[in-house]
């Protein structure tokens, strides 16, 4: 029997459609995520080698919600977005700061918390102030790769601050902590984390900086939009079902979603 070629065409088309489907839904039965280990207390690994943090419980809970199996690992930093671009990963929950300059390389969910930027220096620091001209002279530290190194390029080194970048956040407060830096920028709430512990005996809190108040979102490939979409959903339901109110208080003692 003959058939034409628009029907051709389209049950072609339609065959292409359904394998993707198919496709989704196997790749969708486990998840493959990135999370970095080196940022607590968000994500970090333990003498053991197992990841820990608010982030590896937010994913667990997801894939629990959106039921499918996770399978969560490390990745460096500077790595993550070309790991997770070259597919070694389906998405990173890794506490990244959704900008614009990353929204061309990968696709973004809603937020999962918000944060602001602080600024930290030694007890023994006569600085009293996080603003740009009170750190001229000085030198402050900040992982590479971050909004908060972006903020200390564009505003401290400008200010005529010295600015060093480091591959962690730990080795950046590690020389605040051995005398070799004036101050960190960073996470707020990394930094509250670090200073309820290692940090108590050494440093203060200078101050939030203004304006860095920041959304933080799962990053997937920038085809992936039904994944991310996916991910938006149990993003909703987990708040609304108290599953991250959980979570949340587990780490923090306020809440770090932040108001829409």
């Given at each position: 029997?003959?058939?034409?070629?628009?029907?051709?065409?389209?049950?072609?088309?339609?065959?292409?459609?359904?394998?993707?489907?198919?496709?989704?839904?196997?790749?969708?039965?486990?998840?493959?995520?990135?999370?970095?280990?080196?940022?607590?207390?968000?994500?970090?690994?333990?003498a053991?080698?197992k990841?820990?943090?608010?982030?590896?419980?937010?994913?667990?809970?997801?894939?629990?919600q959106?039921?499918?199996?996770?399978?969560?690992?490390?990745?460096?930093?500077?790595?993550?977005?070309?790991?997770?671009?070259?597919?070694?990963?389906?998405?990173?929950?890794a506490?990244?700061?959704?900008?614009?300059?990353?929204?061309k390389?990968?696709?973004?969910?809603?937020?999962?918390?918000?944060?602001?930027?602080?600024?930290?220096?030694?007890?023994?620091?006569?600085?009293?102030?996080?603003?740009?001209?009170?750190?001229?002279?000085?030198?402050?530290?900040?992982?590479?790769?971050?909004?908060q190194?972006?903020?200390?390029?564009?505003?401290?080194?400008?200010?005529?601050?010295?600015?060093?970048?480091y591959?962690?956040?730990?080795?950046?407060?590690?020389?605040?902590?051995?005398?070799?830096l004036?101050?960190?920028?960073?996470?707020?709430?990394v930094?509250?984390?670090?200073?309820?512990?290692?940090g108590?005996?050494?440093?203060?809190?200078?101050?939030?900086?203004?304006?860095?108040?920041?959304?933080?979102?799962i990053?997937?490939?920038?085809?992936?939009?039904?994944?991310?979409?996916?991910?938006n959903?149990?993003?909703?339901?987990?708040?609304?079902?108290?599953?991250?109110?959980?979570?949340?208080?587990?780490?923090?003692?306020?809440?770090?979603?932040?108001?829409?």
């Amino acid at each position: 029997m003959q058939i034409s070629w628009k029907f051709a065409c389209a049950a072609s088309l339609a065959a292409l459609l359904s394998a993707a489907g198919g496709a989704w839904a196997q790749d969708a039965a486990k998840l493959k995520i990135a999370t970095e280990g080196a940022y607590p207390p968000f994500n970090s690994l333990t003498a053991d080698g197992k990841l820990i943090g608010f982030d590896v419980d937010i994913a667990n809970a997801l894939c629990t919600q959106m039921k499918v199996e996770c399978e969560i690992a490390a990745q460096d930093w500077d790595g993550i977005i070309p790991a997770l671009q070259g597919k070694k990963f389906d998405a990173v929950v890794a506490s990244m700061t959704i900008t614009e300059e990353r929204k061309k390389q990968v696709l973004f969910t809603d937020k999962y918390y918000t944060t602001p930027l602080a600024l930290i220096a030694a007890k023994t620091s006569e600085l009293t102030s996080p603003e740009p001209d009170a750190l001229k002279g000085k030198t402050v530290g900040a992982q590479a790769s971050t909004t908060q190194s972006i903020y200390a390029e564009d505003h401290y080194a400008k200010a005529g601050a010295e600015v060093k970048l480091y591959p962690t956040q730990d080795e950046a407060v590690a020389d605040l902590t051995n005398g070799r830096l004036d101050a960190v920028v960073a996470d707020k709430f990394v930094l509250v984390d670090w200073m309820k512990t290692t940090g108590q005996d050494c440093c203060k809190m200078i101050g939030d900086l203004k304006g860095t108040e920041s959304e933080t979102g799962i990053a997937v490939n920038l085809e992936n939009a039904a994944l991310r979409d996916k991910l938006n959903a149990a993003i909703d339901a987990i708040v609304k079902d108290g599953t991250y109110a959980k979570i949340n208080a587990k780490y923090f003692d306020f809440d770090i979603y932040g108001a829409d």
